[in-house]
């Protein structure tokens, strides 16, 4: 079956920077486009990032461009979302997702908390 599986959340100084990594299995991992997105407290479901299948376009919401970087390694079946510069509005838990925005199928990890304080 379908699975994703986040690491690399933490605490984090605004400034400061950590790197995400989401492991796939149970599909063709090379297939699909692969997503970001993040949910503060009280807050929806905001994509961060995305990755076509190919790798050659990406998507960024306008708060993280500049600072944050979406890759994949599609003989590992991993997708990785390298934050810097973090904010601590970037707080919130976040979720690797098959697809993203329209080709997003449902299919999200567990989530990973990001928490940006000094």
């Known amino acids: 079956q379908v699975q994703l599986v986040e690491s690399g959340g933490g605490l984090a100084q605004p400034g400061g920077s950590l790197r995400l990594s989401c492991a796939a299995s149970?599909?063709?991992?090379?297939?699909?486009?692969m997503g970001w997105a993040r949910q503060a407290p009280g807050k929806g479901l905001e994509w961060v990032s995305g990755?076509?299948?190919?790798?050659?376009?990406?998507y960024y919401a306008d708060s993280v461009k500049g600072r944050f970087t979406i890759s994949r390694d599609d003989s590992k079946k991993q997708v990785y979302l390298q934050m810097n510069s973090l904010m601590p509005e970037d707080t919130a838990l976040y979720y690797c997702?098959?697809?993203?925005?329209?080709?997003?199928?449902?299919?999200r990890g567990p989530g990973t908390q990001v928490t940006v304080s000094s």
């Open positions: 990755s076509s299948r190919n790798g050659r376009d990406t």
């Open positions: 997702a098959r697809g993203f925005f329209s080709s997003w199928d449902d299919y």
């Open positions: 149970g599909f063709r991992f090379s297939n699909y486009d």
